[in-house]
């Protein structure tokens, strides 16, 4: 089966520019996670989907930080404006449903660099 | 607010069983015990988990002492495809969280 897609795998932009990433989960998979990653520590989650709704975006910054997943399949990652910290790999994950022993199947991420 | 403590990094040989520590002391009776790992470039892969008995599946076996404070994680015969961070996680029952720590850097060496 194909995994987690991510796109692009690679993005340099500077500080206050906008910048998106897309995810395609695992066909069937109902439940979608956004995950940060700062060199050197573990993936921190941003945001969870369950099909096309937000089960928790409790450390999302929201006032730069928005999320969609229209139609319960494929999700976007938008930052406007991009800050220095923003430099992260942000990782897309699915999983079949949300329950504790459900497991999460990782994309191979998207490195972004603010200058 | 990580859960649990792993060394930061530890080399093995390769084709020899490497043996990946965690303590979790605070664990509680409806936390389950997850193991990821991080290869280069790549997301984190589900290895394992594990509540209170001991589970081997094809990647890795899981020994989580009795008194479940802490576990091991073993793999079998290391590979230099082997290389990658070792993230041990706690996870409660019917929660989706993962919140991951720092890891353990494991290098397999030739």
């Known amino acids: 089966e194909a995994g987690v897609a991510q796109s692009p795998r690679y993005k340099i932009i500077e500080k206050r520019q906008s910048v998106a990433f897309w995810c395609n989960p695992i066909?069937?998979?109902?439940?979608l996670y956004w995950y940060q990653q700062i060199l050197g520590q573990g993936p921190k989650l941003l945001i969870q989907f369950q099909n096309n709704g937000v089960v928790d975006d409790s450390q999302l910054p929201k006032d730069r930080f928005s999320a969609e997943r229209l139609k319960g399949v494929d999700s976007t990652l938008k930052i406007q404006p991009a800050k220095l910290e923003d430099s992260a790999v942000y990782l897309c994950a699915s999983s079949q449903s949300f329950t504790s022993t459900d497991t999460q199947y990782f994309g191979p991420g998207t490195r972004l660099t603010v200058l | 607010d990580a859960k649990t403590t792993q060394p930061t990094s530890m080399d093995c040989a390769e084709g020899r069983a490497a043996n990946l520590p965690c303590n979790h002391s605070?664990?509680?009776?409806?936390?389950?015990v997850y193991w990821y790992r991080q290869i280069h470039s790549q997301g984190p892969q589900y290895i394992i988990h594990?509540?209170?008995n001991n589970e081997t599946n094809e990647m890795a076996s899981l020994i989580i002492t009795e008194d479940r404070k802490s576990s091991t994680l073993i793999l079998p015969h290391a590979t230099l495809r082997d290389t990658a961070v070792y993230y041990c996680?706690?996870?409660?029952?019917?929660?989706?969280?993962?919140?991951f720590g720092a890891g353990t850097t494991v290098t397999v060496r030739a």
């Open positions: 605070t664990i509680s009776g409806n936390e389950y």
């Open positions: 594990g509540l209170k």
């Open positions: 066909s069937g998979h109902a439940t």
């Open positions: 996680i706690v996870r409660v029952m019917n929660d989706y969280k993962l919140s």
